[in-house]
């Protein structure tokens, strides 16, 4: 493991561009491996993936998003720190989000997401998607082309969550200009797009906590007032802020799935036409494209952990206290679960078996809608098109493209590209 040993995955630009190749190589050497640069329990088997999200007791999500070093304040010591974390967990950020809580908080305030996301709502608000997505590519298509990321992904995963959520639609276009997302009309529009006031989550707690205290001071027959209405599993009713936490949270998380999933799952349909047709002739095979796209190339490589109490993983001795890296990624190129692992098999037998959504407590809430987004774009891009093409103008030929993805050690996305449609002949 020697070139391993030389690279920081955490912070060297090159991996985290190119990282599959770094991925592989770690994959066949060990299901789990503490990398000497900070002593990460880097975690790729599937097997042992799945361990660590499913025990909670021993991993805590607290600093999910922290990074390989974390300002704890604090050095832990002894077998069991779980003490010694709650008094030092308010240090993380995103603290007050739903994906760093351990049960049973985390508990209370996934069961308001879920009470949200309904079998219910999720079909009235598929009807959205599909109006929605025709009314994007109303705007796309007759142009011959877009740039994905931000012509329509962003402000399509965008509209959609604000739809879920009961947001009026005459609210909708504020929400894009606070996110800094043109909206779909203005696609066409050759001047600059609106200004970028806030990419984080601010605007989002102001604006859901506003409407949940107006829905109960005067409540309505939509979605907002029930979300406003809805309660924790004992019965009490949350803050305000607390409701305001989950909508946002779900906002943030389809902008960084959704729009990439969308942009990958783009990007290898226009750069195989043969695979392209397949789809176009069979939808039934776009559901599994969308598992394979996931399970190869899903927008989460990993994220953190910590080693609660002393313990096991693969063979490997972690100390309570160590970061614990679980990788998505690799888990999905495990060949002891997928056959033949690097080879994109819009076929494989067992390809929803991936865990680029997660895995038990902490498994995406929004998965089905992240699926039913793409779905539904790629349906209805394939049955208005008769080829989508890479633009060679942007990306360089077939043979020799050039792609720009995010530097995270975290996600994986592009960060634009471009298309180019073709809709007769």
């Not at 240090?91 to 949200?116: E, K, S, W, Y």
């Not at 298509?141 to 959609?160: F, H, K, M, S, T």
Request: contains cysteine; charged residues 25%; hydrophobic residues 35%.
């Amino acid at each position: 493991m020697t070139e391993l040993r030389d690279v920081d995955y955490f912070r060297d630009t090159d991996t985290a561009l190119r990282p599959y190749p770094y991925i592989d190589e770690l994959v066949r050497e060990s299901t789990v491996w503490i990398e000497p640069t900070y002593g990460v329990a880097m975690v790729t088997g599937y097997d042992e993936a799945l361990t660590v999200m499913r025990d909670t007791d021993t991993y805590s999500a607290a600093p999910m998003i922290a990074g390989p070093t974390p300002d704890y304040g604090i050095e832990f010591t002894g077998d069991d720190i779980d003490e010694q974390l709650a008094a030092v967990r308010h240090r993380l950020p995103f603290n007050d989000q739903i994906v760093t809580m351990d049960p049973p908080l985390h508990t209370m305030h996934r069961a308001l997401i879920m009470g949200l996301i309904t079998p219910k709502r999720l079909k009235e608000n598929e009807d959205f998607i599909w109006q929605l997505t025709d009314r994007q590519l109303d705007v796309v298509l007759p142009r011959g082309g877009c740039e994905i990321v931000d012509d329509y992904a962003q402000p399509y995963a965008l509209l959609v969550v604000a739809d879920l959520l009961g947001v009026p639609e005459e609210d909708h276009a504020m929400l894009l200009a606070k996110a800094g997302v043109a909206g779909p009309g203005s696609l066409g529009d050759t001047t600059a797009p609106p200004p970028k006031e806030h990419r984080g989550l601010t605007h989002l707690y102001d604006y859901f906590t506003d409407r949940i205290a107006q829905r109960r001071r005067e409540p309505k027959d939509d979605v907002l007032t029930r979300m406003a209405h809805a309660t924790f599993p004992d019965g009490t009713l949350p803050e305000p802020l607390d409701g305001a936490r989950i909508a946002a949270n779900l906002f943030a998380a389809g902008q960084e799935t959704t729009v990439r999933l969308l942009a990958t799952a783009m990007q290898i349909l226009g750069d195989d036409l043969e695979l392209q047709q397949r789809l176009r002739a069979d939808h039934s095979l776009v559901p599994k494209f969308i598992e394979e796209v996931l399970r190869s190339q899903g927008p989460i490589k990993g994220n953190m952990r910590l080693a609660r109490r002393s313990t096991t993983l693969g063979g490997v001795d972690i100390k309570a206290g160590t970061q614990v890296f679980v990788m998505h990624g690799a888990a999905g190129r495990d060949p002891r679960q997928f056959e033949n692992p690097e080879r994109f098999d819009v076929d494989r037998p067992n390809v929803r078996r991936h865990v680029a959504f997660g895995h038990g407590v902490h498994t995406c809430p929004g998965a089905p809608l992240a699926r039913s987004e793409v779905r539904v774009t790629l349906e209805r891009l394939l049955d208005r098109t008769s080829e989508i093409r890479i633009s060679d103008a942007h990306h360089g030929p077939a043979d020799a493209r050039r792609y720009d993805y995010m530097p995270s050690y975290m996600f994986r996305g592009l960060t634009e590209l471009h298309l180019e449609f073709v809709t007769e002949g």
